[in-house]
């Protein structure tokens, strides 16, 4: 059906060409031009090449737009020339002239932009109207009321889009008129003097509001509505809209000028919007509403209640057969749901619209399995079709959309994990736990989270901080345990000490057990319950066949990053093959676990020492071997606990490779807060005196202070100035390992050495843990699989890979680090801070701790690049947040990495973005072959 764009014989006085018409089963323009005609004057042109019936039009091009405002707001040189002469073309088609005041041409003038942009835009219907041309449209129609009507209702549109009246100016004034009629009276039952009446008075409120008389003259009409479409490109819900779906802001609008169709004409007449399928559900059957004796605006607005879709087959049997046709036919050709609006005059149908429809998440899923199976598309194409974020939304609880209309928004911050969460107020962790025991569902809400507030932010439903971003310890753990989390809420005032919190740009406040509802996927707070909707993946075959389809297409492996068992479970059944990144810190700070490592810790380091001072033969004192043995006490009951976690996360991951990296954070993360702790101190030394403990402990925490502990001894440096760490680390990984395999599993090790910057730090490293390993293996008598492999996350480290690359069988990207290194940024600071102030003024096109930063993937190219030059074999991933966002997967396959790692809860959207971006490479290498 699609076929070149045709040149037209009309001469045109622009230096470009602006302008593309159709009329009488022929068009200027086709489906595919989109980028110039927009979606409306797009489909208008398709659909009248299909022999559709379409009313003559013409589309003023999105470049023209472009270029007016380039021009200061001015149309283009020649282009009202070649408006004129394509309004003098519509006139032949129809046989009506625009302003003729016998046989009058009207025109409707829309917005259509290349993207679907639902009632962002504006439209103006009736345009051509005045004293002069309504007596003529009255004469021809005999219907002296359906003249005034469409009289009163172009007065109102233009007052209100063109010359910029506000609506309740107007509608205030209607419903007068209609209350006089009775409380229930509708627009259907205002009779003519009414009209009359109404249409005289908006004429004064225009001339009232604006200082100038409503315009008469059809052209000065048709220029002041083209100019009015135009701007609404830049109107604050347009500009609002493409921002929430990143559409970009120089694509302009194209205008449309299409010959007026009335449905106000009578019972025979009507007016409707309908979907070749449910948006809402998927179901393969027509949807939408009509309503008779109506103008287009009338449905949109609510004025009256339409009908269902499938009550026009009792109405207008005939109509209803020849809609539902067109509808299978265009969804045969679009090979995709459609959107469709359209007129019925006296008895005729008018396709108005064709374009691809919005849809739910439920809906878009089961639409694109449907038509699988329906041979209509590809399963490729399917693939394709699912936004990542709709994956998303079917996995997260979500709260109903009609509770959302009514409900008391608190604050906005950062929507850091996905989901919705209801629950009362409380604002320590401990107290959430109490709560949870007793029955209770809570929302944790803290200034900001730390390791010590796990334990309440795995009890409460979600988590609120009024600090921290994307990548902050509250977004981080939430995503990992999968709850709804929002962060940077800088708005939010939080009051420990009265256990209250509020808002002072909303002046609303919420105390300790007041419900409250958390979107995490939209960064909302709400007062009070809000009712949820929940979804679960076993439910959900639709979501699984896209899942499958997407796994046979994808290059990628999808990995998860899971420290637990029940969390490499959980990842295995939402379809992840391995583990990228295991955390073995985490298991640290389980219930008992805490106080045995601060045990170690208040030791560490002089244990160290006299253990070098026994490797040279020197004498020990009595208390030194005592802090040795009190040390190595500890290390052993921390070695046994480890090697039960790993036993349990390689069952739960049999036959599937775990990547478990080694102690990473600096020891003080493990301690008390050093100012908390000197409080402690001094307040205790003042009342009757400190413990030794307490001393004890303050002076270790101040040994172990620095200025910026994220660049100081932490990672692999920890392991090197400590080596027992990481001694004991390797010890219960292989021996968990021996364990499994003689239980008959098959046991995977992957062990990462974390934040190299130098080739020798991870060849010490290595030799010490080879020798580990080989001692543990040679002991059992059991030989298994392990390697030795680091993170990349250090900027030297991945301008050194191919010096690194000969001591390491794999290289992981830690791109949290790497980026707040390549940036110099401080996450959690500038997340806090001055970060969301960049994205928001475009000094940063995006979040760089959110979606990959093109100069921190080119250094993971480079790293890539050295790394495999030097060992082909060399295995690469990626296990920093960024291997759940769809933007950074891609630009993943394209530096060609093995594997993207997420949270548990991101494995089906890896899944899909990765299948996403090999189609995208395969795409881009076909193009650059032709």
Same mark, same amino acid.
């Given at each position: 059906?699609?076929v070149?764009?045709?040149?037209?014989?009309?001469a045109?006085?622009?230096?470009?060409?602006?302008?593309?018409?159709?009329?009488?089963?022929?068009?200027?323009g086709?489906?595919?031009?989109?980028?110039?005609?927009?979606?409306?004057?797009?489909?208008?042109?398709?659909?009248?090449?299909?022999?559709?019936?379409?009313?003559?039009?013409?589309?003023i091009?999105?470049?023209?737009?472009?270029?007016?405002?380039?021009?200061?707001?001015?149309?283009?040189?020649?282009?009202?020339?070649?408006?004129?002469?394509?309004?003098?073309?519509?006139?032949?088609?129809?046989?009506?002239?625009?302003?003729?005041?016998?046989?009058?041409l009207?025109?409707?003038?829309?917005?259509?932009?290349?993207?679907?942009?639902?009632?962002m835009?504006?439209?103006?219907?009736?345009?051509g109207?005045?004293?002069?041309?309504?007596?003529?449209?009255?004469d021809l129609?005999?219907?002296?009321?359906?003249?005034?009507?469409?009289?009163?209702?172009?007065?109102?549109?233009?007052?209100?889009?063109?010359?910029?009246?506000?609506?309740?100016?107007?509608?205030?004034?209607?419903?007068?008129?209609?209350?006089?009629?009775?409380?229930?009276?509708?627009d259907?039952?205002?009779?003519?003097?009414?009209?009359?009446?109404l249409?005289?008075?908006?004429?004064?409120?225009?001339?009232?509001?604006?200082?100038?008389?409503?315009?008469?003259?059809?052209?000065?009409?048709?220029?002041l509505a083209?100019?009015?479409v135009f701007a609404?490109?830049?109107?604050?819900?347009?500009?609002?809209y493409?921002?929430?779906q990143?559409?970009?802001?120089?694509?302009?609008?194209?205008?449309?000028?299409?010959?007026?169709?009335?449905?106000?004409?009578?019972?025979?007449?009507?007016?409707?919007?309908?979907?070749?399928?449910?948006?809402?559900?998927g179901?393969?059957?027509?949807f939408?509403e009509?309503?008779?004796?109506?103008?287009?605006e009338?449905?949109?607005?609510?004025?009256?209640?339409?009908?269902k879709?499938?009550?026009?087959?009792?109405?207008?049997?005939?109509?209803?057969?020849?809609?539902?046709?067109?509808?299978?036919?265009?969804?045969?050709?679009?090979?995709?749901?459609?959107?469709?609006?359209?007129?019925?005059?006296?008895?005729?149908?008018?396709?108005?619209?064709?374009?691809?429809?919005?849809?739910?998440?439920a809906? &878009?899923?089961?639409?694109?399995?449907d038509?699988? !199976?329906? *041979?209509?598309? +590809?399963? /490729?194409?399917? $693939? @394709? #079709?699912?936004?990542?974020?709709?994956?998303?939304?079917?996995?997260?609880?979500?709260?109903?959309?009609k509770?959302l209309?009514?409900?008391?928004?608190i604050?906005?911050?950062?929507?850091?994990?996905?989901?919705?969460?209801?629950?009362r107020?409380?604002?320590?962790?401990d107290t959430?736990?109490e709560?949870?025991?007793?029955?209770?569902?809570?929302?944790?809400?803290?200034?900001?989270?730390?390791?010590?507030d796990?334990?309440?932010? &795995?009890?409460?439903?979600?988590?609120?901080?009024? !600090?921290? *971003?994307?990548? +902050?310890? /509250?977004a981080? $753990? @939430? #995503?990992?345990?999968?709850?709804?989390?929002?962060?940077?809420?800088?708005?939010?005032?939080?009051?420990?000490?009265?256990?209250?919190?509020?808002?002072?740009?909303?002046?609303?406040?919420?105390?300790?057990?007041?419900?409250?509802?958390?979107?995490?996927?939209?960064?909302?707070?709400?007062?009070?319950?809000?009712?949820?909707?929940?979804?679960?993946?076993?439910?959900?075959?639709?979501?699984?066949?896209i899942?499958?389809?997407?796994?046979?297409?994808?290059?990628?492996?999808?990995?998860?990053?899971?420290?637990k068992?029940?969390? /490499?479970?959980?990842?295995r059944?939402?379809?992840?093959e391995?583990?990228?990144?295991?955390?073995?810190?985490?298991m640290?700070?389980?219930?008992?676990?805490?106080?045995?490592?601060?045990?170690?810790?208040l030791v560490?380091?002089?244990?160290?020492?006299?253990?070098?001072?026994?490797?040279?033969?020197?004498?020990?004192?009595?208390?030194?071997?005592?802090?040795?043995?009190?040390?190595?006490?500890?290390?052993?009951?921390?070695?046994?606990?480890?090697q039960?976690?790993?036993?349990?996360?390689?069952?739960?991951?049999?036959?599937?490779?775990?990547?478990?990296?080694?102690?990473?954070?600096?020891?003080?993360?493990?301690?008390?807060?050093?100012?908390?702790?000197?409080?402690?101190?001094?307040?205790?030394?003042?009342?009757?005196?400190?413990s030794?403990?307490?001393?004890e402990?303050?002076?270790?925490?101040?040994s172990?202070?620095?200025?910026?502990?994220?660049?100081?001894?932490?990672?692999?440096?920890?392991?090197?100035?400590?080596?027992?760490?990481?001694?004991?680390?390797?010890?219960?990984?292989?021996?968990a390992?021996?364990?499994?395999?003689?239980?008959?599993?098959?046991?995977?090790?992957?062990?990462?050495?974390?934040?190299?910057?130098?080739?020798?730090?991870?060849?010490?490293?290595?030799?010490?843990?080879?020798a580990?390993?080989q001692a543990?293996?040679?002991?059992?008598?059991?030989?298994?699989d392990?390697?030795?492999?680091t993170m990349?996350?250090?900027?030297?480290?991945?301008?050194?890979?191919?010096?690194i690359?000969k001591?390491a069988?794999?290289?992981?990207?830690?791109?949290?680090d790497?980026?707040?290194?390549?940036?110099?940024?401080?996450r959690?600071?500038?997340?806090?801070?001055?970060?969301?102030?960049?994205?928001e003024?475009?000094?940063?096109?995006?979040n760089?701790?959110?979606?990959l930063?093109?100069?921190?993937a080119?250094?993971?190219?480079i790293?890539?690049?050295?790394?495999?030059?030097?060992?082909?074999d060399?295995?690469v991933?990626?296990?920093?947040?960024?291997?759940?966002?769809?933007?950074?997967?891609?630009?993943?396959?394209?530096?060609?990495?093995?594997?993207?790692s997420?949270?548990?809860f991101?494995?089906?959207?890896?899944?899909?973005?990765?299948?996403?971006a090999?189609?995208?490479?395969?795409?881009?290498?076909a193009?650059?072959d032709?």
């Amino acid at each position: 059906m699609t076929v070149a764009p045709t040149t037209s014989d009309r001469a045109h006085k622009a230096a470009k060409r602006y302008i593309y018409a159709w009329g009488d089963g022929a068009a200027e323009g086709n489906g595919e031009m989109k980028d110039f005609l927009g979606g409306k004057g797009a489909g208008l042109a398709e659909m009248t090449r299909a022999g559709l019936p379409t009313p003559p039009g013409f589309t003023i091009t999105t470049e023209a737009c472009n270029d007016y405002f380039a021009a200061g707001e001015t149309l283009p040189d020649g282009l009202w020339d070649d408006v004129l002469e394509a309004m003098r073309e519509v006139e032949a088609r129809t046989g009506k002239g625009f302003g003729d005041p016998t046989n009058p041409l009207l025109v409707s003038v829309r917005s259509g932009a290349k993207f679907s942009m639902p009632g962002m835009m504006d439209t103006v219907l009736n345009l051509g109207l005045n004293e002069a041309t309504l007596k003529g449209l009255i004469d021809l129609t005999g219907n002296e009321r359906f003249g005034w009507d469409a009289y009163r209702r172009f007065i109102q549109m233009f007052g209100r889009i063109v010359l910029g009246v506000k609506a309740e100016r107007f509608d205030e004034l209607l419903e007068e008129r209609k209350h006089a009629h009775g409380p229930d009276a509708r627009d259907t039952d205002l009779t003519v003097d009414d009209l009359k009446a109404l249409a005289g008075e908006f004429k004064t409120v225009v001339k009232e509001d604006t200082g100038r008389d409503f315009p008469t003259d059809p052209y000065e009409q048709l220029d002041l509505a083209i100019k009015a479409v135009f701007a609404s490109w830049f109107g604050k819900r347009a500009r609002d809209y493409r921002n929430s779906q990143k559409i970009a802001h120089d694509l302009g609008t194209a205008v449309n000028v299409v010959t007026m169709v009335f449905g106000n004409m009578g019972d025979d007449s009507g007016t409707g919007v309908a979907f070749t399928r449910d948006p809402n559900s998927g179901a393969n059957e027509l949807f939408g509403e009509y309503l008779t004796n109506a103008q287009g605006e009338d449905v949109v607005a609510g004025i009256r209640t339409p009908a269902k879709i499938s009550h026009l087959a009792d109405d207008m049997p005939d109509v209803y057969d020849e809609f539902q046709r067109i509808g299978e036919q265009l969804e045969r050709h679009y090979r995709d749901v459609q959107d469709l609006e359209f007129t019925i005059e006296r008895g005729r149908l008018y396709m108005l619209q064709t374009r691809s429809a919005k849809r739910t998440a439920a809906a &878009a899923v089961k639409i694109a399995v449907d038509m699988v !199976r329906e *041979g209509l598309i +590809s399963e /490729a194409e399917a $693939v @394709a #079709r699912i936004e990542p974020t709709q994956v998303d939304q079917l996995l997260r609880a979500t709260f109903d959309p009609k509770a959302l209309k009514d409900a008391t928004r608190i604050v906005k911050g950062l929507n850091a994990s996905p989901g919705a969460a209801v629950g009362r107020a409380v604002f320590d962790a401990d107290t959430a736990v109490e709560w949870v025991d007793r029955g209770e569902r809570v929302i944790l809400v803290r200034i900001e989270t730390s390791p010590d507030d796990f334990h309440g932010m &795995a009890a409460a439903e979600g988590i609120i901080t009024a !600090r921290g *971003g994307a990548t +902050s310890h /509250a977004a981080v $753990v @939430a #995503r990992q345990i999968g709850k709804p989390c929002v962060a940077g809420s800088a708005d939010l005032a939080i009051d420990y000490a009265r256990d209250a919190a509020s808002c002072a740009r909303t002046g609303i406040s919420f105390r300790e057990g007041d419900w409250i509802s958390l979107d995490g996927t939209t960064g909302d707070l709400y007062l009070g319950q809000l009712p949820t909707v929940q979804a679960r993946f076993e439910d959900q075959p639709e979501l699984q066949q896209i899942l499958d389809w997407a796994d046979d297409i994808r290059r990628m492996g999808g990995w998860t990053n899971a420290d637990k068992p029940e969390e /490499a479970a959980q990842a295995r059944g939402y379809g992840a093959e391995g583990i990228g990144l295991c955390r073995t810190e985490h298991m640290f700070r389980e219930g008992e676990r805490l106080e045995i490592v601060r045990g170690a810790i208040l030791v560490a380091a002089a244990a160290t020492r006299v253990k070098a001072k026994a490797a040279a033969g020197e004498t020990l004192e009595a208390e030194e071997r005592e802090a040795v043995a009190t040390f190595d006490a500890a290390m052993a009951v921390l070695e046994k606990l480890q090697q039960g976690d790993f036993e349990g996360i390689f069952r739960a991951m049999d036959g599937l490779p775990v990547v478990i990296r080694l102690i990473d954070p600096p020891l003080h993360e493990f301690l008390p807060n050093l100012e908390e702790q000197l409080v402690k101190v001094t307040r205790a030394e003042a009342s009757g005196g400190a413990s030794a403990e307490d001393q004890e402990l303050l002076r270790t925490i101040k040994s172990m202070h620095e200025q910026n502990p994220m660049l100081g001894l932490r990672g692999v440096r920890l392991g090197l100035m400590i080596p027992d760490f990481v001694k004991v680390q390797t010890r219960a990984i292989l021996n968990a390992q021996i364990a499994v395999k003689q239980a008959g599993g098959n046991p995977i090790a992957k062990i990462m050495i974390p934040l190299v910057g130098h080739v020798n730090e991870l060849a010490r490293t290595r030799e010490l843990l080879e020798a580990e390993a080989q001692a543990v293996e040679e002991a059992a008598g059991v030989e298994v699989d392990y390697k030795f492999g680091t993170m990349i996350e250090v900027p030297r480290g991945a301008l050194t890979a191919d010096e690194i690359a000969k001591e390491a069988s794999f290289f992981s990207f830690g791109t949290n680090d790497l980026t707040q290194m390549t940036f110099g940024y401080s996450r959690d600071d500038a997340e806090g801070g001055f970060l969301l102030k960049y994205v928001e003024d475009k000094i940063l096109p995006v979040n760089p701790f959110q979606t990959l930063d093109d100069a921190v993937a080119d250094l993971m190219r480079i790293a890539v690049e050295k790394g495999r030059g030097a060992r082909p074999d060399l295995e690469v991933g990626i296990c920093g947040e960024h291997g759940g966002d769809p933007e950074s997967i891609a630009k993943c396959e394209r530096i060609g990495l093995d594997y993207v790692s997420c949270s548990p809860f991101r494995v089906p959207v890896a899944r899909l973005a990765a299948a996403q971006a090999t189609l995208a490479a395969r795409a881009s290498l076909a193009e650059r072959d032709k």
